[in-house]
């Protein structure tokens, strides 16, 4: 992957913020989560850049948007790297997490006042940005681990019970964080400060 190229042409972006790299565990996939001054910047690299991006790997890309306004409360009450919090411990691995649930405000289709509590109770867990879908509201986070053995275990064993109490389907999704630490470096990511 040539971290160096494409991390200098996503700091030419309108709007581009940081970046932390993600490598997906298991199927060598490489991809990230961006941060924008804006949605509309983020908008303009979704539809713009990053389609281009993809094109010249030739590789089909998944891309969503997500409001760090609507959620700001909740990821501050779980440490959010992105939002003010301060990781001591460097990440070993990262999960995605995406629930099926109505397009409704964040505050009152995510029971993030009930979940927080139960999260913050899993072993290794370090930070979780919550994330609410531009158009959708669909809920989700990204969670940073201490290491991989433990996020695997949250995405496995308990993350299935959370979705399956809130009655919806998921998608999740782990990375190592450790194979993209210096290219997140070079992007500003929070985790690496």
């Given at each position: 992957m040539p971290w160096e190229r494409i991390n200098r042409s996503i700091k030419e972006q309108?709007?581009?913020?940081?970046?932390?790299?993600?490598?997906?565990?298991?199927?060598?996939?490489?991809?990230?989560?961006?941060?924008?001054?804006?949605?509309?910047?983020?908008?303009?690299?979704?539809?713009?850049?990053?389609?281009?991006?993809?094109?010249?790997?030739?590789?089909?890309?998944?891309?969503?948007?997500?409001?760090?306004?609507?959620?700001?409360?909740?990821?501050?009450?779980?440490?959010?790297?992105?939002?003010?919090?301060?990781?001591?411990?460097?990440?070993?691995?990262f999960v995605y997490t995406e629930v099926q649930l109505h397009a409704l405000p964040f505050d009152q289709v995510a029971p993030w006042r009930e979940l927080n509590p139960k999260l913050k109770q899993q072993r290794g867990l370090l930070s979780k940005t919550w994330l609410s879908g531009l158009h959708t509201g669909t809920p989700g986070g990204l969670y940073a681990f201490?290491?991989?053995?433990?996020?695997?275990?949250?995405?496995?064993?308990?993350?299935?019970?959370?979705?399956?109490?809130?009655?919806?389907?998921?998608y999740t999704r782990v990375f190592d964080a450790d194979v993209t630490e210096e290219a997140s470096r070079g992007m500003g990511s929070p985790f690496y400060r």
């Open positions: 309108p709007g581009f913020i940081n970046k932390t790299w993600l490598a997906g565990v298991g199927n060598d996939s490489a991809g990230g989560f961006y941060v924008f001054d804006t949605i509309e910047n983020a908008q303009k690299f979704v539809t713009g850049y990053f389609p281009a991006e993809a094109r010249v790997f030739g590789v089909a890309q998944t891309t969503r948007v997500f409001d760090a306004m609507a959620t700001e409360a909740a990821s501050l009450d779980m440490n959010s790297a992105h939002h003010s919090g301060h990781v001591s411990i460097k990440p070993g691995a201490d290491t991989l053995e433990n996020a695997r275990k949250f995405a496995v064993e308990y993350f299935p019970t959370e979705a399956a109490d809130l009655n919806a389907a998921f």
